[in-house]
Each structure stands twice: as C-alpha cells, then as structure tokens.
C-alpha cells in the first residue's frame, strides 16, 4: 500500500511567497531592532513617548520604523502573494 502525492508546477509561488514573507519579516525585525539601540528605547516599551519623539530624530524614526514592522504583522496572512509581501517592504522603506 503505497501512497503518491502529486505537486502542481505551480506550487513554486507557494515556496517564493512563504520564502518572501519570512525574510521580509525578519529584515522589518533587524531594521526596527537597528532603530531602536539608535534611539536608545529599552524594552518592553513598544514606542518612544510622543514628547521624545517630538525632542529626538532617532525616537521619531523608531516610532515610524515600529509601526510600519506592526503593520506587517497584522497584515501578512497565509494568502498573501509575492507582490504583497514586496510592496510592505517598500512601505517600510517608506515609513523610515
């Protein structure tokens, strides 16, 4: 008793999207992480204060950084599709 699965040739853009969407996730991480010791936030604070941000460049671009790498989160799903995942990079890009 054997079993055979079969695999469509379209199954590569499931491969590429949950490639994207990991590597895009994790470059938001390092990007925010890399902001945040710039602008000296220590954890857990999510955010620098709005009268920081408003004193300090660094605590504003923390904050933009921040919020653009929560915004992918709450975005990506399992249904995304590659140009999603690299249109929230631009975005990110964007945002800082």
């Given at each position: 008793?054997?079993?055979?699965?079969?695999?469509p040739s379209?199954?590569?853009?499931?491969?590429?999207?949950?490639?994207?969407?990991?590597?895009?996730?994790?470059?938001?991480?390092?990007?925010?992480?890399?902001?945040?010791?710039?602008?000296?936030?220590?954890?857990?604070?999510?955010?620098?204060?709005?009268?920081?941000?408003?004193?300090?460049?660094?605590?504003?671009?923390?904050?933009?950084?921040?919020?653009?790498?929560?915004?992918?989160?709450?975005?990506?799903?399992?249904?995304?599709?590659?140009?999603?995942?690299?249109?929230?990079?631009?975005?990110?890009?964007?945002?800082?």
């Amino acid at each position: 008793m054997s079993t055979q699965i079969t695999i469509p040739s379209e199954y590569g853009y499931v491969l590429l999207t949950a490639y994207l969407s990991t590597t895009v996730g994790y470059w938001h991480m390092l990007r925010t992480g890399s902001y945040r010791r710039a602008a000296k936030v220590p954890y857990p604070n999510a955010y620098a204060t709005a009268a920081e941000a408003k004193e300090s460049k660094d605590k504003y671009l923390f904050n933009c950084a921040q919020r653009s790498h929560v915004q992918f989160l709450e975005v990506i799903t399992p249904i995304s599709n590659p140009v999603q995942t690299t249109q929230r990079q631009q975005v990110h890009w964007g945002y800082t």
